[in-house]
């Protein structure tokens, strides 16, 4: 039985996203008893936001966005301000609540939680799904060994160190957070999840979405996701060009980001039949989208290895499909697909490697489906939603256990 005196967690996040761990984490929270309030910006970051995780029983605060839209960083940087400015007015003298728990944006705002934890005994909880200011160093936002960057850094460390919790969503993040001096007892990992339940593995045969397409007859490799600058395109973009003489090889580009232009300019120049370039899918067609694909490319540069962990692997493994990930063998995604045999690991800039691995899977569909079941099984089994709300509230929520 729930408490008649509900236990109250609070989340800090500038954008409210469509991510798995508004539309899964907070309804799961709520249906045990638990009370959920949302701190988040007015300002549009993306047109369509998904309120579906909003119910009566969800507290949300909306930060002012001065009436800006949340285009150009000047604008962002005033909403971001803006929000700041609330967060830290309203959580220093609103309601109490049992825990703060800070998500990646703002930056560093994680770093206000050692106040609350002072002065109001609020414990704070950090979800790391970047490491800032580290991102905006390697992405030459700030310069390296700067006095801003060095500021930064040691805030963030502060921030970290204090924290009653930091759940890391990768291997490689962890030993990045144990490395700076966070408690190994306080750093949890947990990966990202994907509804399995919504996103299902559809055969070619009965995908809308692929005959749609024209891809009846083709083998498709796809990259689907943010196309941000903590990602890498130079190799397989030259395979593009290779390849133009397979005529039974597509490659999909599925998406938007810092980096589009890069793949708008390759799609010119090629002229082929053999590489599209597409906007990001509807929510509710993910499943469709993904399941279209024969293989999927995930990449991210070297010097982002355990910053940034890429999440869409997930929603592919839902999908049942094997993966290629072009990036550190010490990243998070390369180990899973090592470990479970369900994709293969090509470094940076082994142009070689890449062009061979695709032609295998494309030469033995056999192989590429064998892995793609493979990975369904390992989603339905440890990457589900219900794991990972249990694993989530036991470190956030842990009072769940002994009501629920």
């Known amino acids: 039985m729930a408490s008649s005196h509900p236990h109250t967690i609070r989340l800090f996040n500038t954008v409210e996203p ?50 800006l839209k949340a285009k150009g960083r000047p604008a962002k940087m005033a909403i971001m301000l803006s929000y700041l400015t609330f967060g830290m007015i309203y959580s220093l003298f ?18 206000w939680g050692v106040v609350l934890k002072k002065l109001r005994r609020q414990p704070y909880f950090i979800v790391l799904m970047d490491l800032y200011p580290d991102v905006a160093i390697e992405d030459g936002l ?22 009653d919790g930091v759940i890391v969503i990768g291997r490689c993040m962890q030993e990045l957070v144990a490395a700076i001096g966070v408690r190994q007892s306080r750093i949890h990992f947990i990966p990202n999840w994907t509804d399995e339940s919504k996103v299902v593995s559809i055969q070619h045969e009965q995908n809308s979405f692929r005959q749609e397409m024209g891809w009846q007859d083709k083998f498709v490799v796809m990259y689907s996701g943010n196309v941000g600058t903590s990602h890498y395109f130079d190799d397989i973009l030259t395979v593009c060009s290779r390849l133009r003489v397979r005529s039974d090889i597509v490659f999909a580009f599925i998406g938007h980001g810092q980096r589009r232009k890069e793949i708008e300019q390759a799609v010119e120049e090629l002229s082929s039949d053999n590489i599209m370039l597409l906007p990001f899918q509807p929510l509710e067609r993910l499943a469709e989208s993904l399941s279209a694909g024969n293989l999927h490319f995930v990449s991210l540069r070297d010097n982002f290895t355990g910053l940034v962990v890429p999440s ?35 470094s940076i800039g ?23 079941e493979h990975a369904r099984i390992l989603m339905e089994s440890k990457f589900g939603k219900e794991a990972a709300c249990r694993r989530y509230s036991s470190i956030l929520a842990p009072h769940l256990e002994c009501e629920g």
């Open 94 to 111: 609103g309601r109490n609540v049992d825990r703060n728990v800070f998500l990646t944006q703002p930056p560093l705002f994680f770093v």
């Open 142 to 163: 700030l310069a390296p060994g700067g006095l801003v960057a060095r500021l930064l850094l040691a805030l963030s460390r502060f921030g970290l160190r204090h924290a």
């Open 312 to 346: 869409k692997m997930y929603g592919i493994l839902a999908a049942g499909r094997p993966v290629i990930y072009q990036g550190s063998a010490t990243g998070e995604m390369a180990r899973l697909l090592t470990e479970e045999n369900i994709g293969s690991v090509i």
């Open 350 to 372: 082994d142009v070689k490697a890449l062009e061979t691995t695709i032609l295998d899977y494309a030469d033995h569909p056999e192989r590429a489906k064998e892995q793609g």
């Open 18 to 67: 469509v991510t798995t761990f508004y539309r899964d984490l907070i309804p799961y929270w709520e249906e045990r008893g638990w009370q959920v309030e949302v701190v988040i910006s007015r300002a549009e970051y993306r047109a369509g936001r998904d309120k579906t995780w909003i119910s009566d029983k969800t507290i949300v605060r909306r930060t002012p966005a001065l009436g």
